[in-house]
């Protein structure tokens, strides 16, 4: 089965403080993609990446960054906190071959608080 | 992007088959329809997807129309573990993006 790992389930940070949440996944996927799921809003992407050391925008990135240096790992880093970034963070990754016929296998979310 | 349209919740006896439909009128030759649940304080959960065959796994069936415009995703024993909200999206073609609806929250009842 495939393993998306967030590395924290629950996250309390202060305004204007750096964030990083991390996330691992075990299948050896090319994609990877970061969502924030909000009550009535759904998942929206942030940033998606489809190799090491590339990344995409989604569609709300203001506020965010990520990083990605090895296959496994990707990390989403909220540059400087902001409450309005209180959200349920979600991990996927997929494989990059006929994409659009390879699923996203998310992770179990980090759900942040911002205060 | 094709759109999808589900009812917004649906109850279901526990041991009894779930039918869940989805209705994508819009749908293009090459686009998927993927299923997908998410059960509460969980990431969402792949489920089955398909083209224009019926498909079936050890979760669930998919069961699309011969003219691809809605589709019936179907748990065939339900339990209690299955309440969730299950999301019904049309993939676009060589789109990484998954756009997620409302879905329809399904509670099974004992």
């Known amino acids: 089965d495939v393993k998306v790992t967030q590395s924290s389930r629950y996250l309390v940070k202060r305004t204007g403080e750096k964030v990083f949440l991390e996330c691992v996944q075990d299948m050896d996927h090319e994609n990877m993609f970061w969502y924030r799921q909000d009550p009535g809003l759904g998942l929206r992407l942030i940033y998606f990446s489809y190799d090491v050391k590339m990344k995409e925008k989604g569609d709300i990135p203001e506020g965010y960054s990520v990083s990605r240096e090895k296959k496994e790992r990707f990390s989403l880093i909220l540059e400087s906190a902001s409450t309005n970034q209180t959200s349920m963070y979600l991990c996927?990754?997929?494989?990059?071959?006929?994409?659009?016929?390879?699923?996203?296998?998310f992770g179990n979310g980090t759900r942040l608080t911002v205060t | 992007d094709a759109k999808t349209t589900q009812p917004p919740s649906m109850d279901c006896a526990e041991g009894r088959a779930a039918n869940l439909p989805c209705n994508h009128s819009?749908?293009?030759?090459?686009?998927?329809v993927y299923w997908y649940r998410q059960i509460h304080s969980q990431g969402p959960q792949y489920i089955i997807h398909?083209?224009?065959n019926n498909e079936t796994n050890e979760m669930a069936s998919l069961i699309i129309t011969e003219d691809r415009k809605s589709s019936t995703l179907i748990l065939p024993h339900a339990t209690l573990r299955d309440t969730a909200v299950y999301y019904c999206?049309?993939?676009?073609?060589?789109?990484?993006?998954?756009?997620f609806g409302a879905g329809t929250t399904v509670t099974v009842r004992a």
């Open positions: 819009t749908i293009s030759g090459n686009e998927y």
């Open positions: 999206i049309v993939r676009v073609s060589n789109d990484y993006k998954l756009s």
């Open positions: 996927a990754s997929s494989q990059r071959r006929a994409l659009y016929n390879s699923p996203l296998h």
């Open positions: 398909g083209l224009k």
